[in-house]
């Protein structure tokens, strides 16, 4: 779970901010691994600049994170939260937007004299540097990152608090998964809907241009998965699926060496850009049946195992659709 958030260029009038490094890099921890700036033409210019009042040995970071960290851009005239007329103001200019956590200074924090609003479900808050881990929106995030899915937990609810945000923000999704291309195959066999259908639906409700790429195993069990069963199935039936026709997704299915999996690729994970979720019986959680027990996290890239087995899976392909 991803939370979409906002802050302007007085967040680095806070002292806070500039001389104590704790304050500093929990933001930015933060950011990393459970958040999403949202971003203007105004405020990331603005922004840049005011990082010149940041010490050199911090700004480099703060640098670093306006290019690496996850953001999003909004349509907005430029607004600075203190200009904001309370928690109602924050509603009307950023709720359309899909932003409700603002981030401002400590001292301009008691201009909201409330602080949070609930909309239609949503929780919109202001919350400061100094109380940024009572935020209620990235407390949700860490819990849903790091919390394990329970048997017979209802997959869409699955998919809107632990994967709906992050995936609205990213362009390019690759799927480690050994048995998806048994699954998909059998389940296509036996008339059912197949984890790979159920995932390019859901993407294709969002109004973005993605690259998806699969790595599964072709030798499960001593038996051999068809290639030409895989084409077969994205050319005459997944192509063929409404909602497909009207998405904008790209896929790539690589075919690999079971017992490359075994030896390099053994954990099942999906890398949504910069994140990586890591699910006991990866996307078999989204096939048409009960959901199991599945341990379940996400976490930056940097941190996981991700790199190197998709260096591996991708130097030793078997087979390859494009």
Known sequence: MITPFYFDEELFDDNSVREMPIISDSILNLWERYGCLAMSDDSIKEIRAALKVIPDKYKQKWITALTDFKTFKIDIEKTRLTDLEGITDFERKFYNNRVYTGLIANDFLDLFEEKSLMKEGNQLEIVSPNNLNESINFNNSAKYCESDIKANDDIDIVWNTRFCNIVRYSKKITVIDRYLAENLIRDFTNGNKSSLEWLVEKLSTYDTDYNLDIFS???????????????????????????FRESQININFSLCKDRLFGEKAHDRMICIDEHVVQIGKGVDIFRDKIIENNTFTIKPKNVSLFQGVYRDLSRNREWRYL
């Open 217 to 243: 195993a072709c030798d499960r069990r001593n038996s051999e998965i068809s290639s030409a069963d895989i084409r077969g199935f994205i050319d005459n039936t997944l192509k063929r699926k409404p909602y």
